[in-house]
Every structure is written in C-alpha cells, then in structure tokens.
C-alpha cells in the first residue's frame, strides 16, 4: 500500500490523475483533510464512502498512536511514547515556552551513532522514519492536547542528516502552506556532525536553526563519547559550520552537554572558544542526563557559570538550557528503554 500523508500536494495531484482518473479538486480535498491531521478516510465526510473505500484499499494514513503519556508536574512538559502502523516506538516530547508550543519529533526509530551519553544511542538502531511518520507527532500531539504547534526541534530518536532524504522531504511538507505550515525559522534541526549531509543541507538554503551536538572542545575527549567523530574530527566539522553560516546567514547553534570531570574544566572551555571565535554561532549549555550505565553526571551550577563566563571573554555567547520535564525523564531514548525494559520482563515472567 502506499504512504499518503508523504504525498505533496503536487504529487498528490499527478497520482489522482494518473492512477486513479480523478481530478485535481479531489486531490486537493483529500490533501486538505490530511494536513488536518485525520487518521482514516473515514473522517473525510465530503468525499464519497465509495470514493473513500477505494482510496482506503490503494494507500494508508501514518498515525502516531500514543502508547503511553507522562506530563511533568512542574512546567506541564509532555511526553510521548508513539508507536507506528508496524508497531515500531519512538518518542516525543512536546514543551510549553512563552512564545508558544515547541515538539521535539524523531526522525529515526534508534540510531546509528552510539554516542555514549544517549539513551537512544544505546538502544541500537531500527529503521528511518518516513515523512508521514514525522508529521504524524505533530499531528498526533496538536490532536491529544487541543493546541497548536508553533515550533519544531528534530532532536529526539535518531540522527536528522542520517535520514536526509525523508527529513528533507518532511520539511518541505511540514513548511507548506498547504500542509502544517510551520515556517523554516521556527524549525530547528540537530546533528551530530556529518559533515557532508551539512554541505547537502546548505545547497537548500533553507532558513532553519542548524544545531551542532559538539559536546567536547578537542578531538579526544569527543571521540571518546561520539564515536562519529573518528569519521569526521572537530576541525572538519566547524569548517562546514564556517561555511554553512556563511552561505545561508544563519546563525549555527551548538550543544554541548556538560558532564563533570570529563569536558567541563576551564580549559576544556577556552579551547571551545578559540576554536569557535568569529563564527556567527551560539552556545547551549546542558547540564548532561543521567542515563542509566553511563556513569556521567551533570556539572555543577557553579562550574556551568564559569564556563559561560570564559567564553563570553572570547565573545562567544552561551546560555544553559533551560531544563523542562525533569520529572517525567523528559529526553528521548530514556522512556521507551524503559517500556521495552517492562515488556521484556513480563515476557520472561510468562515464559517461566
């Protein structure tokens, strides 16, 4: 069968016509009905039970179904546990800020990339997630809480650029007027660094936020805990950041979690900043997760203070991010090892 909602509405047009010797206006009614966010063609109720029988047996509608809801007693930060027409998890998370509704989707159901501080990164590596899946939170989320996304972070399961061609294809469909319609400003998208998917991205010109997860300031400390960074090292990666915030004026974020002991000392901070002086960037600050076998632990507020403090001195500026949902365990990877970690026990427990 074949995936609708990762139709534009350009493509949706050509297939009507095409297979199905329907014209344009039909195409356009259906489309409208999925940038709705519906999750059958039984929902389409100015389009005939036939028509929709028909469409019904040609193609399905990707729905996030929710699996599973946590919201966060203090800042009401909700997360999700989705799953897919296959049965296939991932997460998301949906946050509250001043300037509206923020989502952080997944783009991957696992990751490839192993970086040692990650939940999802310990779980191994599944599948892509299709454009429809994408879009799928969104509307999944906007669904169950009665709101309105305004923004979107890909920063949840998986790694964007690893899956460029659907995440690509995603925010051509999540920006359209004629879909979500989310504009690029209010998107962010995270990496962990693959430097030629960078140079890809910047032939697109689009005008979203690019967040670099950078996490150490020299190549021995980050690939010691991002095992893609013996693929790509630090100075190939801040060239391409060079470049990518030349070409499209858009200012480079990079995350960089802070784990004590490990990449949070003063030095550690002056070599993030000559490296990063005179780049059109900004620095987010983490305080790092405590994810279960890693033994890392979060900085001090003290010491995250005085990293700010050494590279606003190189003119470097960097803030701590804020953290949301600390309660609910609210980044990705950690829920879902949690849920399989359940299932699996009371599997063992039915089989004994």
Known sequence: MKDIRSYDINELIEEFKNELGLPAFRAKQVYK???AGVDS???MTNISKDLRNNLSNIYYISVANIEKKLVSVYDKTVKYLFSFNDGDMIESV???YHHGYTICISTQVGCKM???FCATGQSGFLRDLKPSEMLAQIHSAQKDLGIRISNIVLMGMGEPLDNYDNVIKFLKLVSSEDNINIGMRHISLSTCGLVDKIYKLEEENFQLTLSISLHAPND?????TMPVNKRYNISELLTACRHYAKTTGRRI???YAMIEGVNDSDEC???LAKKLKGMLCHVNLIPVNSVKGTGYKKSSVERQQAFIKILGRYGITAT???TLGSDINASCGQLKARVEEEISLKKSKDIH
Do not use: P, Q, T, Y
Request: a neutral charge; aromatic letters at 12%.
């Open 33 to 35: 009905w999925l940038s």
């Open 41 to 43: 063609f039984d929902e």
């Open 94 to 96: 949906v946050m509250n």
């Open 114 to 116: 192993g970086c040692s």
């Open 220 to 224: 021995e400390i980050r690939s010691r």
């Open 253 to 255: 974020s990079f995350e």
């Open 269 to 271: 901070a002056k070599e």
């Open 320 to 322: 701590v991010r804020r």
